[in-house]
């Protein structure tokens, strides 16, 4: 059995996991490449190997990081199923669909005001190809064996974190490999806690808060203290935000502001086409989150939804304090970039960041107060206030992690740290190896590792404080 690291290490991006066994490829997440340049450039590097010799691909959740290369497997020859939860398979059809459009659109873009260095510029995939990828898409239930071929089958668990993230639980023969996913958060306030495999001789487990713990801090109070500083100035505030989990969460709490009278009465807009839709898929699966009927009824008047460019632009018009909330949550493109253009060169405005900003993006910029960004070819000035709501994560930071971890029955024979910047991933290596005991290091991008089947059965694992208490049952 063979796992080869495509993507997502050392970098909290490109999730892509290659695994070879019992005469099949699998690959395990197929995302692309955010943030710095050098990493975006990957995405157009020639495959590893080729695409028609994969036989199956499983996705562990929807964000354009693990599932938003697919497209382009399609295109090089992939024609096997794609697997995957029916949320995160409901959110691909969003997410692919949004994310060929907005590639098109900036290639066009660049073409028309020619500040492409590539004459003419074009887009890693169309519509058309995100199309043929989704008609591969064939969902899977949670806990719901899935054979792959003989002696090949898999199962999702819960991971929490957003619609349909799941981690992936796969036997091959008698080895039982496991790849974390995405981790949520255990008492997020919309998605259930993330579900530990009972065992796994082999684990790939994330490390995006690898080396951070979530502050001890309220975010209905930290937003409803920014919501009024800024208002009390006259300002607006222009909110990058992922579509798929973080914008449905901002409303959640803004319901919560104005019922109870802490948040002045001034229009909200949720600018985001994806965002909406996703809103609205959160009905069709109510046993994966926490939310009522009512707290659904809750988002969906607590902004104005604005879905056509012409009502996005009629924002624009509008005086006095206002809060916009828009893709992408990284400001790496979407409707965020024209309000960010307009909005931001005023002190009177905030800026309000409410996730994890990867290094290389303009949120991460926005993050590190550059007193510039580059905004399609020009450099706007930043003088409005920049604030970061990091209590609104929606990945489990390092302790919460160990608890994911020491939750199951006995120690992986290997652990492998990934999704997580080389300083992340690194310390959560320690604190496993640490607090754990375990045998765990972080691959190398490329880096290929056999792993013996059948390994020794390790010991169980010794109690552990932060996980004892609340263990889920997988």
């Known amino acids: 059995m063979k796992l080869t690291f495509l993507g997502a290490a050392q970098t909290v991006t490109g999730s892509r996991y290659l695994l070879e066994a019992q005469g099949k490829r699998v690959l395990i997440d197929c995302g692309l490449f955010q943030g710095t340049k050098n990493l975006r450039l990957r995405n157009w590097e020639p495959l590893p190997f080729p695409a028609d010799t994969l036989d199956a691909v499983i996705l562990t959740h929807a964000h354009i990081d693990h599932c938003g ?81 003989e002696n090949l089958i898999f199962r999702f668990l819960p991971a929490g974190h957003i619609l349909g993230a799941a981690s992936v639980v796969l036997c091959s023969g008698h080895t039982v490999l496991a790849f974390s996913g995405d981790l949520g958060r255990p008492d997020d306030p919309l998605m259930r806690a993330p579900v530990p495999p009972v065992h796994a001789d082999y684990l790939v487990v994330e490390s995006t808060y690898g080396d951070r713990l979530h502050p001890a801090l309220n975010p209905e109070n930290e937003l409803a203290e920014m919501f009024a500083r800024t208002f009390a100035r006259g300002g607006i505030v222009v909110m990058p935000c992922f579509a798929v989990g973080r914008a449905q969460e901002v ?65 624009a018009s509008r005086n006095g304090p206002m809060v916009i909330i828009a893709g992408s949550g990284m400001a790496t493109g979407g409707r965020v970039l024209h309000h960010l253009n307009l909005y931001a060169p005023d002190p009177r405005n905030t800026i309000a960041l409410v996730g994890y900003q990867a290094p290389g993006t303009r949120g991460a910029a926005l993050e590190a107060h550059a007193p510039t960004i580059k905004l399609h070819g020009d450099y706007v000035r930043v003088r409005a206030e920049v604030a970061s709501i990091s209590s609104l994560s929606a990945h489990a930071d390092y302790r919460e992690t160990l608890r994911w971890l020491a939750g199951m029955t006995c120690p992986p024979t290997r652990t492998f740290v990934t999704h997580g910047e080389p300083a992340a991933a690194d310390a959560l290596r320690r604190r496993i190896a640490e607090t754990l005991h375990w045998d765990c290091c972080v691959p190398e991008q490329g880096q290929t590792i056999e792993l013996p089947e059948n390994p020794v059965r390790a010991r169980p694992c010794p109690p552990h404080e932060p996980a004892d208490a609340t263990r889920p049952v997988a």
């Open 251 to 315: 409303l959640y709490y803004i319901a919560h502001l104005k019922e109870a009278g802490r948040m002045a009465n001034v229009p909200v807009y949720l600018d985001s086409p994806m965002a909406i839709s996703v809103t609205e898929l959160y009905r069709h699966h109510m046993r994966e989150h926490r939310l009522t009927i009512s707290q659904l009824h809750a988002i969906d008047h607590a902004a104005f939804m604005t879905r056509s460019v012409d009502d996005s632009k009629a924002i």
């Open 69 to 149: 290369y697919l497209p382009v497997l399609v295109r090089h020859g992939f024609r096997g199923p794609v697997y995957c939860t029916p949320g995160t398979a409901d959110l691909c059809e969003v997410m692919l669909r949004d994310s060929a459009r907005l590639q098109e659109e900036d290639a066009a873009f660049a073409n028309r005001h020619g500040f492409s260095k590539h004459h003419p510029a074009q887009p890693l995939y169309t519509l058309e190809d995100a199309e043929a990828a989704l008609r591969l898409i064939g969902p899977r239930e949670f806990d719901v064996p899935v054979s792959l071929g």
